[in-house]
């Protein structure tokens, strides 16, 4: 029996300084062009080439693209290339290729980047009958990076398992597309019922063809949904990008966005013109793993929110452990804008370091996630 490769240790050497002339560079291969691929590589990606550290003589270039390139000359320069997403047998041969062929002639350091937990995904998830064919090769290839890069602490523990050198790069958002934060309803109420909104993706939801199988579940409990249903006369229930099956019955009563593009989103949520929030997650270990970025984005808008006790919201102001607390903490925020206030300030100040990638040296922290795998920081 072949013997089981260990997990590349993570480095507990001092970092060392870089020194100019360095160049940074970095392509990224894309897994996923719409959520995270976009959040987490092609924002920072367009924003690192302004980036500038003259006087220290060092440069930063990143690029990024869906297609493999096996030219040789392009990686000469590059300081390392990272896999986002990646996952099927293609993705390992691409993976496999590069690591016999050309590391061997250039060099170059290969990361795996990663946003969500794709092992253990639960059954209702749609995601989860496509993933749970792919773990071996997920496997396989975090095994072979030189090191993994992942949004939270969690995912970290997590994927110790395959590759012990891990740098963890929270999830920001950029400013130059959300713009300035404008908190308007919490200083000027709007006279009618107040607007409640959820946001995200069907992968939040049991898809029909499982649900007519008798896979249920979700991320909205009954109880919460049966709490919708009695209150679509006294709140205005909105929904973007998905909508749980088991409200199509009320559709009518409700206002439903579909899916927006991930470039307009940001102007579509900010349209939406909320009071608040909701956040209902299913407790375990799939979204303790995902980063806050609703907290992000929620803040971004100038809203409070409320959320399910999970790790990501962890330090959310409004958290609840049961459905009974969701729904007392939606009723409270619908009655008191003073409620309203305090939650998003404190929701907002506890975000502000890590909202936008332009601002609290962020993108120097990001180079310094990626150089830290490599015993390097930046001066």
């Not at 959300?178 to 000027?188: A, F, N, R, T």
């Not at 999970?310 to 009723?331: C, F, G, S, V």
Request: proline letters at 4%.
């Amino acid at each position: 029996m072949a013997k089981k490769k260990k997990p590349k240790q993570r480095s507990t050497q001092l970092l060392h300084t870089v020194k100019g002339p360095f160049n940074f560079q970095i392509h990224s291969f894309l897994g996923d062009i719409q959520g995270c691929g976009t959040i987490r590589v092609i924002y920072p990606c367009l924003l690192l080439n302004h980036f500038r550290m003259d006087k220290k003589k060092i440069s930063f270039y990143s690029s990024y693209g869906s297609y493999y390139i096996q030219d040789v000359e392009f990686y000469k320069k590059l300081f390392l290339i990272q896999f986002q997403r990646s996952a099927t047998k293609t993705h390992l041969d691409i993976f496999t290729h590069f690591t016999n062929t050309i590391k061997k002639q250039t060099n170059t350091s290969i990361v795996y980047e990663i946003d969500d937990l794709l092992i253990g995904i639960p059954e209702w998830n749609y995601a989860s009958e496509y993933y749970s064919q792919l773990v071996p090769y997920i496997e396989k290839m975090m095994g072979m990076a030189d090191g993994i890069v992942c949004s939270t602490e969690k995912l970290r523990e997590v994927y110790s398992k395959y590759n012990k050198n891990i740098s963890v790069i929270p999830n920001h958002l950029p400013k130059f597309i959300w713009g300035d934060i404008y908190p308007k309803h919490l200083y000027e109420p709007r006279e009618k019922r107040p607007k409640i909104l959820w946001a995200g993706s069907q992968n939040h939801f049991t898809q029909k063809h499982m649900y007519e199988k008798g896979i249920k579940g979700g991320d909205f409990s009954s109880k919460l949904l049966d709490f919708i249903r009695k209150t679509t006369d006294k709140y205005q229930w909105v929904f973007s990008g998905g909508l749980p099956i088991e409200l199509n019955g009320i559709k009518n009563k409700l206002e439903v966005h579909p899916w927006k593009n991930v470039f307009s989103y940001a102007q579509h949520i900010k349209d939406v013109d909320a009071d608040f929030w909701v956040v209902p997650l299913e407790q375990g270990l799939f979204n303790d793993c995902k980063s806050n970025i609703k907290l992000l984005e929620i803040s971004a808008c100038g809203c409070p929110g409320v959320y399910s006790v999970a790790e990501p919201y962890k330090n959310a102001y409004l958290q609840a452990a049961t459905d009974e607390e969701m729904i007392a903490h939606i009723e409270a925020l619908a009655d008191s804008i003073d409620l309203r206030k305090k939650t998003f300030e404190h929701d907002y100040n506890t975000v502000k370091p890590n909202l936008w990638w332009e601002e609290n040296q962020n993108l120097k922290k990001y180079v310094n996630s990626y150089l830290r795998l490599f015993n390097k920081k930046l001066p």
